[in-house]
T-cell receptor, first 115, second 114 residues
Framework: NAGVTQTPKFQVLKTGQSMTLQCAQD?????MYWYRQDPGMGLRLIYY???????DKGEVPNGYNVSRLNKREFSLRLESAAPSQTSVYFC??????????????FGEGSWLTVV | DAKTTQPPSMDCAEGRAANLPCNHS???????VYWYRQIHSQGPQYIIH???NNETNEMASLIITEDRKSSTLILPHATLRDTAVYYC???????????????FGSGTKLNVKP
């Protein structure tokens, strides 16, 4: 059981280049998320997908687009990378269900540097 | 969702109990308290969560005060591998709610020393 898997783990981009971060989960979760974490800071939500076929903006969506390809996969795209997007990106997933509070599970992160 | 307040850093001797406090004075009746930790920029790792009763699992214990305005995460026998940033988060749990408002603050950096 791999949990949440992100690729690539490391990437260096030049300003203006585009790239897509891939994320897949094997826990059959409905909801998926993309966070970024800048040095010494907590995580900030970029976009999320409450269920397959829906996506919504989080706290810091500017400069990013997302695609919920199917229930398993949620990708994050940088159309024109900027140095301010240098960060560590975390994908996460959770299962929305009634009753007791559920939990969110994170991938291991993707280190992106924009030069 | 309610916000939380945690000390920026704490030290603990290896083998001793680590007690990490969290204040959440504006917590609502249906909000859960969650604890996660992040070891050296790895993905955050779930530790424990609770609503109002104390909880214990194989990693830690969670003590929530009766008025629910604060909580303490207890690592009973801290090891060097427990050195990490610990995040206390409150959110509404279950039902239609998901983690779109699961705000991570700056957390507490726990330093476990030999």
């Amino acid at each position: 059981n791999a949990g949440v898997t992100q690729t690539p783990k490391f990437q260096v981009l030049k300003t203006g280049q585009s790239m897509t971060l891939q994320c897949a989960q094997d826990m059959n979760h409905n909801s998926m998320y993309w966070y970024r974490q800048d040095p010494g800071m907590g995580l900030r939500l970029i976009y999320y997908s409450a269920s397959e076929g829906t996506t919504d903006k989080g706290e810091v969506p500017n400069g990013y687009n997302v695609s919920r390809l199917n229930k398993r996969e949620f990708s994050l795209r940088l159309e024109s990378a900027a140095p301010s997007q240098t960060s560590v990106y975390f994908c996460a997933s959770s299962e929305a269900r009634t009753g007791a509070g559920n939990t969110i599970y994170f991938g291991e992160g993707s280190w992106l540097t924009v030069v | 969702d309610a916000k939380t307040t945690q000390p920026p850093s704490m030290d603990c001797a290896e083998g001793r109990a680590a007690n990490l406090p969290c204040n959440h004075s504006t917590i609502s009746g249906n909000e859960y308290v969650y604890w996660y930790r992040q070891i050296h920029s790895q993905g955050p790792q779930y530790i424990i969560h609770g609503l109002k009763n104390n909880e214990t699992n194989e990693m830690a214990s969670l003590i929530i005060t009766e008025d629910r305005k604060s909580s303490t995460l207890i690592l009973p026998h801290a090891t060097l591998r427990d050195t990490a940033v610990y995040y206390c988060i409150v959110r509404v749990g279950g039902g239609l709610y998901n983690f779109n408002k699961f705000y991570f603050g700056s957390g507490t950096k726990l330093n476990v020393k030999p």
